[in-house]
Nanobody, 122 residues
Framework: QVQLVESGGGLVQAGGSLRLSCAASGSTFSWNAIGWFRQAPGQEREFVATISQGGRTTYYADSVKGRFTISRDNAKNTVYLQMDSLKPEDTAVYYC???????????????WGLGTQVTVAS
């Protein structure tokens, strides 16, 4: 069983950057694909990005493609989400979660973290 903890959120001006981290405990981290999702107030949780166990396969939501980059360091049990050219509409709580395969379907994810707040000021 893997437990996930997000960090790195904060307040940033539009056009700025943040790097989120998803740190995992447990020896099975490298067995799991890891996905990032976000949820803004009053909206449903939406897919952001995902990365396969070995890091070779990644998928992105169209809304973040070209601005966000997902990566992982299995030696450090950590997945990163580099967010550049941030926009006010990126404001949300960002969550990471684990899955057996890299997929955009949130229903296939488990072991959700508690989230980290990202606020982008205009």
């Amino acid at each position: 069983q893997v437990q996930l903890v997000e960090s790195g959120g904060g307040l940033v001006q539009a056009g700025g950057s943040l790097r989120l981290s998803c740190a995992a405990s447990g020896s099975t981290f490298s067995w799991n694909a890891i996905g990032w999702f976000r949820q803004a107030p009053g909206q449903e949780r939406e897919f952001v990005a995902t990365i396969s166990q070995g890091g070779r396969t990644t998928y992105y939501a169209d809304s973040v493609k070209g601005r966000f980059t997902i990566s992982r360091d299995n030696a450090k049990n950590t997945v990163y989400l580099q967010m550049d050219s941030l926009k006010p509409e990126d404001t949300a709580v960002y969550y990471c979660a684990a899955a057996e395969v890299a997929t955009m379907n949130p229903g296939q994810y488990r072991n959700w973290g508690l989230g980290t707040q990202v606020t982008v000021a205009s």
